[in-house]
């Protein structure tokens, strides 16, 4: 996935061709606004790779963008922020409609951190079966629809979850095509370690026709994602698995965004190596501390861990579990943090 601004035509047509060249045979764009569309079909026109654009909140960009990509990923999570007095089936429907009429395959992306109120409330907290139910749901809207050009990914920034909810999915529906990924897995060595948990067990068991690795590192570097996912399929080929750490799951968690057009601001790559240099005091702990670059994910990707950091343009986010602590200064938020560290390690001991 491209992690640059999508209006900045030259960084974002840089960063495909850097990942056209570590071997990428898909690359995803996110689509936010209209300014964003124009400049797509700007930067298609430099580039000869399969384009997927990520539509998020706003699905209905899927109209000006779809005679120009190959791929349209909706996330059934947000689908509700827009037009919310119309049913969720009628949205799918229209974009259905039109991804047939520009010739455009769907991915249907459930992220265990964006999950549908209604899943969210069917099914309370066990988000496994809320995001496998509304990943079946999607494809028998497809099927109902007549459309059978899609795949579905079920993403989550812990490795476990994703093998059990791909593998109940892959039961469920073992006709429709799989996309693996382990989102937010953060920054190397931990995050290569988090997708090589996942992708070995479900690719060894038949589960995953395409994968994207994601990983939290600098612009430039975002070949790394591709050379990882490679290296970890050639390993599964060749009866290579690598053993997972001991004890890889007790202490310190820390989950990160992989980054991509919608990050504020740029120094939120610097802010997650400078989080994780801090917290090495901490390594023993068992919290998790989550890092998201932007404003769309950010708040609710950061409700499941113990400390959560979202970044705006100026200011970085704070949370407590669900709860604000407050916004804060990019040079401020480390002492932020630490100091709630202390305290929530003060109260557990
Ligand atoms: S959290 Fe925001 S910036 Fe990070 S990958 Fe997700 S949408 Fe992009």
Request: glycine share 8%; with cysteine; charged share 30%.
């Amino acid at each position: 996935m491209a992690a640059t601004r999508t209006q900045d035509v030259a960084a974002t047509r840089h960063q495909i061709a850097l990942l056209q060249e570590a071997g990428a045979d898909l690359v995803r764009i996110a689509i936010d606004s209209p300014k964003d569309a124009e400049a797509l079909v700007e930067i298609v026109r430099g580039v000869d790779v399969p384009l997927s654009v990520d539509l998020q909140e706003n699905y209905r960009m899927a109209e000006v963008v779809a005679p120009h990509v190959d791929k349209l990923r909706y996330n059934p999570g947000h689908l509700h922020h827009h037009e919310r007095g119309k049913p969720v089936q009628e949205k799918v429907a229209w974009l259905v409609d039109i991804a047939r009429k520009h010739g455009c395959a769907i991915r249907i992306g459930v992220n265990a951190g964006s999950i549908a109120p209604e899943y969210k409330e069917r099914f309370g907290g066990d988000n496994v079966a809320a995001i496998v139910a509304c990943a079946v749901e999607h494809c028998d809207l497809m099927d109902a629809f007549d459309f059978p050009g899609f795949v579905v990914s079920i993403k989550d920034s812990d490795p476990r979850l994703v093998v059990e909810a791909n593998t109940r999915f892959a039961e469920a529906r073992p006709d429709v095509p799989i996309h693996l990924g382990v989102t937010e897995a953060g920054m190397p060595p931990e995050g290569i370690i988090k997708t090589r948990i996942a992708f070995e067990q479900l690719l060894a068991r038949g589960i995953g026709d395409t994968l994207r690795v994601s990983l939290t590192v600098p612009f430039d570097d975002k070949g790394k994602e591709i050379e990882v996912g490679r290296q970890i399929i050639a390993d599964v080929e060749n009866g290579r698995f690598r053993s997972v750490p001991p004890n890889f799951f007790d202490g310190l968690n820390i989950i990160a965004c992989p980054s991509c057009s919608r990050v504020e601001n740029e120094k939120f790559i610097d802010l997650a190596e400078d989080v994780k240099r801090m917290t090495e005091y901490a390594a023993e702990y068992d919290l998790t501390i989550a890092i998201m670059g932007c404003r769309v994910n950010g708040p609710g990707e950061t409700d499941d861990a113990d400390l959560g950091l979202w970044c705006g343009p100026t200011t970085v986010n704070l949370k407590r579990g669900e709860e604000t602590v407050g916004a804060f200064a990019y040079d401020e938020i480390l002492d932020k943090l630490r100091s709630e560290i202390d305290t929530l390690i003060a109260r557990r001991s």
